[in-house]
């Protein structure tokens, strides 16, 4: 926890052990966000003395590392220099997935002095989702069994951060879903459902190929993660059969809806069908850039 004074810690496996389970706990029962973060932060301090601590997550948007939580004073290194994925040292680590231990630093900052810091990388099946930092005012204030219970920490905060990221994928495939209908609507106005004013290669015959390839695609990278994510809490799973519902009722709405064959998509003019069932992308559906 964040001090003033230096505290030292003489704490056993035992007690790291026991730290580490209600860390997990808190992941397991929580929805990912400050206040569990924050609690994180706060459990991990019991074992490993900070006087600030600061979780950074990868933003697949941004491609950069963001701030989720800060507990005492956020302090990075080398916050002038630039990275791939931010500014200062936490970019650093999660460009190199490497943690950095330093242990007999001159900065000061405001009145405020760090003389030791800790910054290792949060990473899931070799992807970065982010880096926790520790500093202290007191030199030599980390050792190497710090950064390897750190690293436990990361990879039980890594499981929150792949649960983030799935809920932005299935908000992002909701949208995309309610997008389409918007689109087979303002077709179906324009006479898509008569093939268009100007027969089966019209505007809107292509149109209503592509948003039914679209859906197909939805709808299987959908079935594909409810065969992988099996154990995943009951609203993900219940959003993701929407999902798929959704979509294979408006490919069943443009399938019936398209004339059976038409030039898009084929200099050689043969007949595009849609297909009879909706496939399956085998390859797991990346969440991150």
């Given amino acids: ?18 730290a ?13 966000g400050n206040r569990t973060f924050e609690e994180i932060l706060t459990r991990l301090g019991e074992v490993i003395d900070y006087r600030s601590a600061s979780l950074y997550l990868y933003s697949r948007k941004t491609g950069k590392l963001e701030e989720a939580c800060t507990v005492g004073r956020k302090v990075d290194l080398i916050g002038f220099v630039n990275f791939e994925m931010g500014n200062g040292i936490s970019a650093w680590v999660a ?22 810091f800790l910054s290792v990388p949060i990473i899931s099946l070799g992807e970065i989702k982010g880096v926790i930092n520790l500093a202290h005012d007191e030199p030599d204030s980390y050792k190497k069994s710090d950064t390897d219970v750190v690293a436990i920490a990361a990879s039980i905060i890594a499981l929150l951060a792949e649960r983030i990221a799935y809920g932005e ?37 292509v149109l ?10 939805i709808s299987g990278n959908a ?33 019936g809806a398209i004339p059976p064959s038409h030039g898009a998509g084929n200099s050689a003019g043969h007949a595009i069908r849609l297909p009879s069932s909706v496939p399956i992308e085998r390859k797991p559906v990346s969440t991150s850039k």
């Fill in 223 to 255: 079935q594909f993660l409810s065969m992988t994510m099996k154990n995943s809490g009951s609203s993900v799973m219940k959003r993701l059969k929407a999902i798929d519902k959704e979509a294979a009722n408006i490919i069943a709405v443009t399938r």
């Fill in 95 to 116: 460009k190199h997935k490497r943690p950095v231990l330093l242990s007999n630093l001159r900065k000061s900052k405001g009145g405020t002095h760090t003389k030791s």
């Fill in 169 to 205: 994928f299935l908000a992002e495939k909701e949208l995309e879903i309610d997008n389409l209908k918007n689109k087979i609507g303002t077709a179906e106005t324009h006479g898509f459902s008569k093939g268009g004013p100007d027969g089966p290669d019209s505007d809107s015959s």
């Fill in 20 to 32: 580490l389970s209600e860390i997990s706990t808190l992941a397991q029962e929580n929805k990912p």
């Fill in 208 to 217: 209503g190929w592509k948003i039914a390839n679209s859906l197909a695609i």
């Fill in 1 to 18: 926890m964040p001090s003033e004074k230096r505290k030292v810690y003489t704490v056993g496996p035992e007690r790291e052990i026991k």
